[in-house]
Antibody, heavy 121, light 110 residues
Framework: QVHLVESGGGVVQPGKSLRLSCAVSGVRFSNYAMHWVRQAPGKGLEWVTVMWYDGSNEYYADSVKGRFTISRDNSKNTVYLQMDSLKAEDSAIYYC??????????????WGQGTLVTVSS | EIVLTQSPGTLSLSPGERATLSCGASQSVTSNYLAWYQQKPGQAPRLLIYDASSRATGIPDRFSGSGSGTDFTLTISRLEPEDVAVYYCQQYASSSPPWTFGQGTKVEIK
């Protein structure tokens, strides 16, 4: 059974940074792309970023480009989301997701339980 | 960027009724690269359908997906109380991300 466990959320001031982690078990992590998807309070899902299985490519939503960075450590079965220059509108539950493929067109096959990020002074 | 529009916003039905949820795309979704997710209150999303009509592992057969091009449908053949949730469609057809979500359809039980 595939398990994804996010951590690192919390309350942070505008302009500050936060790093989220997502540990994956039950699957060969290095064979799959990994995503981050967020959900603002009471709102819908917003795709944030994806990294290919080997770290060779990464893509971002326009809303976070230049501020957020995805990375992965295949030796630790973990994907990270470094969030810099945080804004109030970044407040959301952040879900990590395992892609259905290593690269290319894919859906999110498994989801973590999410970690809450609140950006507030 | 492909924009997905879901309708209706809210669907209120009785147990045993058939639920029909729609997802329209602003341009053709090639290879029917469209997925449906279910999000129950207080829970993470769960994959229901991928490639427009393939059921994910463990999903009951009362859930089915259909459609092609710009018009897609999720059907729940006989609604059960446990199906109360928000349902999202997502396209992954774009040659590169973002792979956008629809705004969701909320399914309620009368």
């Amino acid at each position: 059974q595939v398990h994804l466990v996010e951590s690192g959320g919390g309350v942070v001031q505008p302009g500050k940074s936060l790093r989220l982690s997502c540990a994956v078990s039950g699957v060969r992590f290095s064979n799959y792309a990994m995503h981050w998807v967020r959900q603002a309070p009471g709102k819908g899902l917003e795709w944030v970023t994806v990294m290919w299985y080997d770290g060779s490519n990464e893509y971002y939503a326009d809303s976070v480009k230049g501020r957020f960075t995805i990375s992965r450590d295949n030796s630790k079965n973990t994907v990270y989301l470094q969030m810099d220059s945080l804004k109030a509108e970044d407040s959301a539950i952040y879900y990590c997701g395992r892609g259905s493929a290593a690269a290319g067109n894919m859906f999110v096959e498994n989801w973590g339980q999410g970690t809450l990020v609140t950006v507030s002074s | 960027e492909i924009v997905l529009t879901q309708s209706p916003g809210t669907l209120s039905l009785s147990p045993g009724e058939r639920a029909t949820l729609s997802c329209g795309a602003s341009q053709s979704v090639t290879s029917n690269y469209l997925a449906w997710y279910q999000q129950k209150p207080g829970q993470a999303p769960r994959l229901l359908i991928y490639d427009a009509s393939s059921r994910a592992t463990g999903i009951p057969d009362r859930f089915s997906g259909s459609g092609s091009g710009t018009d897609f449908t999720l059907t729940i053949s006989r609604l059960e109380p446990e199906d109360v949730a928000v349902y999202y469609c997502q396209q992954y057809a774009s040659s590169s991300p973002p792979w956008t979500f629809g705004q969701g359809t909320k399914v309620e039980i009368k």
